[in-house]
């Protein structure tokens, strides 16, 4: 089983920028695709990006594209999401989640099913 330690939210206004990072152990980091979710008040769980075991392959929500990056160390079992041009909306707990099985990419259609464990949350609030 593999803990997720997410970390770096917080308050920020509108147009500014933060970056998340979450923190992996327990199984082989490299071997897994690693992906961020959201989920804001009296919403259900949404799809923000996810990136391949290797980091080779990104994919994200149209509502972040150009605004968010998700990247990964693998020396440091470490994936992180870079923030920028924050809007309101963008106001959640961010979940960091990994892939279930190895060497397998998630998408916007497949990350119901395809991650396997989560993180605790870490809210991100964005004042206008």
């Known amino acids: 089983q593999v803990q997720l330690v997410e970390s770096g939210g917080g308050l920020v206004q509108a147009g500014g920028s933060l970056r998340l990072s979450c923190a992996a152990s327990?199984?082989?980091?490299?071997?897994?695709?690693m992906g961020w979710l959201r989920q804001a008040p009296g919403k259900e769980r949404e799809f923000v990006a996810t990136i391949s075991w290797s980091g080779a392959t990104t994919n994200y929500a149209d509502s972040v594209k150009d605004r968010f990056t998700i990247s990964r160390d693998n020396a440091k079992n470490t994936v992180y999401l870079q923030v920028n041009s924050l809007k309101p909306e963008d106001t959640a707990v961010y979940y960091c989640?990994?892939?279930?099985?190895?060497?397998?990419?998630?998408?916007?259609?497949?990350?119901?099913?395809?991650?396997?464990?989560w993180g605790q949350g870490i809210q991100v609030t964005v004042s206008s």
């Open positions: 327990g199984r082989t980091f490299s071997n897994y695709a």
């Open positions: 989640a990994a892939a279930r099985h190895p060497l397998t990419m998630l998408v916007s259609t497949t990350w119901r099913t395809g991650f396997g464990s």
